[in-house]
């Protein structure tokens, strides 16, 4: 009985860290909940009323300064306390873009100066809050700014840049390189008389532009330009306000506010829709988060130590589950949307979300725009105390509604595992990832003819063809040309160019929305670094020098981008339809997958179309259904009008390429 001493000591103290987290998470649950819609910084021309939440505190000051950074206070104010956690103050008088901070005090400590979470401009490095007229940041012509149209998601076709990567070549022919600015230009060319950024996008033939963060983030410092520092922004700071080295003048905020709105036109204008990057999953740090000023500990998760949890692997994570978290969360999308115009939002690790949350979201934004996309990454980084039934993962997809979700499957399937980066995958040779690319094919969805045995997810995922996105490379990991590469380390710049084609030919052809990385169709290269988040623009830039090097790889992409939105077979938007018009043959030879759009599937010109895709590097031979064929794309072109015509009985599909025919 030498331990029973410290076997009670060992119980005491489990008791006492049990009692000390029901203690702490009782306090969360206990906290006033807010249910006005007036958070925040509310101005006029008469007056300005200042209202936070900080429901612990025992005083809330304001500070109003001349300037976003230095100086001293103009004038400090004390808030009132209101109901359910409430502060607020009323100053009747013009203070049309000065700037402000708040201090809490909470146990006698004051917080550090912060601006409150529902700033909606700020000063440089966001530091300071600043009292906006949003009116007066309209661009001319904003309020007849029209959203392009949009009849099903599966219409959507991504492409995913970054601000600065898009513009900030030294040979991009774009004047505001790395700003909002450089995406409105028009008419900008390479070298080579190359169409670039804006006009190159719209050349391409995709539907929505999907913008890498660019929200007030923490790690770059606005106040030195030259300095040439670069992030993907997946550390935010100040939620509601755009990023100030994206603006040609960070220190006044105003200036970043309207050049993102005449982005946001200039994109309209030729045809693009403007989907934003978003993380609600945590936030740059605690300590100096605005979150953590207001309500310390309220914002985050917790282990069940007190620690805090961290599902992210960036150190914390968001509460969404919380009501004045999910509050915030919403309204704060739902902001963006109407202020600046957004016809969608991309979720970062929205696996750390709550699925109530994220559907209260959906609701809210389909409620203002039923076009309004939403889709996110449907797993986290880490491990998270929230019950992983209530999470918005993948596997959950079904429980989200109106919120599309990526499929690894198909990507992984494509060009081997993420985890993995010497396996091959399908358009490398590798057999074994058949059906999770056909799991792909048919959108994650239900289907009878993929044998999810072998899939990499053993049961579909997807309720509707549209809650897949459809890809095999993004802004994390290597470029999909990069990662071809270090896969095949042997092959020949022309064999590599197959599998590229192969993949995003793939892609194209395949059901649910899909997705591109920006620059893949000029084989983008991030000279072999993968987690490129920080790496200078040397790295990161689309060099536009490739376009006209590799033209034809360019024109192969567009070609397919085409051929998907001349025909609806490519898009169809329910799950019954694909069952009901998609069948796939029985090649028997491994590595090959063959399928029939049948019947003038959703309502398509062509009666029967065949794909045909061929993962080996030997040739194959295959064939054909019954009928006459007229074949419009393989390994090197992309041709509607016909390749080749007239073809019946078998078929030889050139190892490493995609072939698709049509007959009527």
Not at 250 to 277: C, S, T, W
Not at 561 to 567: F, G, P, S, V, Y
């Amino acid at each position: 009985m030498k331990y029973a001493g410290l076997i009670i000591l060992i119980i005491a103290s489990m008791v006492s860290t049990s009692f000390k987290t029901i203690q702490q998470q009782t306090s969360f649950d206990d906290y006033p909940v807010y249910n006005g819609n007036d958070l925040g910084v509310s101005y006029t021309p008469v007056k300005t009323i200042f209202k936070v939440w900080a429901p612990k505190a025992t005083a809330v000051k304001l500070s109003l300064y001349a300037a976003g950074d230095g100086g001293n206070a103009i004038s400090t104010h004390d808030l009132l306390k209101g109901d359910n956690g409430t502060w607020a103050l009323t100053l009747k008088k013009n203070l049309k873009n000065k700037y402000y901070t708040f201090q809490v005090l909470q146990d006698d400590k004051w917080s550090l100066e912060r601006p409150d979470i529902y700033a909606k401009a700020v000063g440089v490095n966001g530091n300071r809050g600043m009292v906006v007229d949003m009116k007066s940041t309209n661009p001319i012509g904003w309020t007849m700014d029209k959203k392009p149209a949009l009849k099903n998601f599966t219409d959507i076709i991504l492409y995913e840049t970054h601000i600065r990567d898009i513009s900030i070549d030294p040979n991009s022919g774009i004047k505001n390189k790395g700003k909002f600015l450089g995406l409105t230009e028009s008419g900008t060319k390479s070298p080579d008389g190359e169409p670039t950024g804006l006009d190159h996008i719209k050349q391409l033939g995709v539907t929505h532009v999907h913008i890498l963060p660019s929200f007030d983030f923490n790690s770059v410092d606005e106040t030195k330009p030259q300095a040439n520092q670069y992030n993907w922004g997946y550390d935010p700071l100040n939620y509601n306000v755009p990023e100030g080295s994206y603006s040609t003048n960070p220190y006044d905020g105003n200036v970043r506010i309207k050049e993102f709105k005449q982005m946001v036109q200039a994109l309209h204008k030729k045809g693009l829709r403007v989907i934003l990057d978003v993380v609600y999953n945590h936030t740059a740090d605690i300590k100096g988060s605005n979150f953590t000023a207001f309500a310390p500990g309220y914002f985050y998760r917790h282990n069940a130590d007190g620690s805090y949890s961290n599902g992210t692997g960036c150190g914390n994570e968001v509460a969404s589950e919380r009501p004045m978290v999910n509050k915030f969360m919403l309204e704060s999308v739902v902001y963006w949307a109407k202020e600046y115009h957004l016809d969608g939002f991309r979720f970062d690790l929205m696996g750390v979300h709550d699925i109530e949350t994220m559907n209260k979201i959906s609701a809210a934004l389909h409620e203002i725009d039923p076009t309004i996309f939403i889709y996110g990454e449907g797993w986290t980084a880490g491990n998270t105390p929230l019950p992983e039934d209530l999470r918005s993962v993948k596997k959950n997809a079904a429980k989200l509604n109106g919120i599309a979700v990526f499929s690894d499957d198909i990507r992984d399937g494509l060009k081997g595992g993420w985890n993995n980066l010497k396996e091959k995958g399908f358009v490398s040779g590798n057999a074994n990832k058949t059906e999770s690319v056909k799991f792909g094919i048919v959108a994650s969805t239900s289907n009878e003819q993929v044998n999810y045995k072998l899939a990499s997810s053993k049961a579909p995922w997807a309720g509707h063809p549209y809650q897949a996105i459809t890809y095999v490379s993004c802004h994390d990991d290597n470029t999909l040309f990069d990662r071809l590469k270090i896969s095949n380390p042997t092959a020949t710049e022309d064999e590599l160019i197959k599998m590229d084609k192969l993949a995003n030919a793939t892609v194209l052809t395949s059901q649910g929305v899909t997705f591109l990385h920006s620059g893949a169709e000029l084989l983008r290269t991030k000279q072999g670094v993968a987690n490129s988040y920080k790496s200078p623009d040397a790295i990161n830039e689309i060099d536009w020098g490739r376009k006209a090097k590799y033209k034809d790889v360019f024109n192969y992409y567009k070609g397919l981008i085409d051929l998907r939105k001349n025909h609806p077979a490519f898009r169809m938007p329910a799950t019954q339809m694909i069952q009901s018009h998609l069948s796939f043959l029985n090649t028997e030879m491994p590595g090959l997958i063959a399928y029939q759009l049948n019947n003038n599937a959703n309502g398509d010109k062509w009666k029967n179309i065949m794909v045909i895709l061929n993962g080996n590097a030997e040739d194959k031979t295959i064939t054909l259904a019954s009928g006459i064929w007229t074949m419009v794309a393989d390994g090197q072109l992309v041709n509607e009008s016909g390749i080749k015509y007239n073809l019946s009985g078998t078929l030889n599909i050139p190892g490493t390429s995609a072939c698709v025919l049509y007959s009527n």
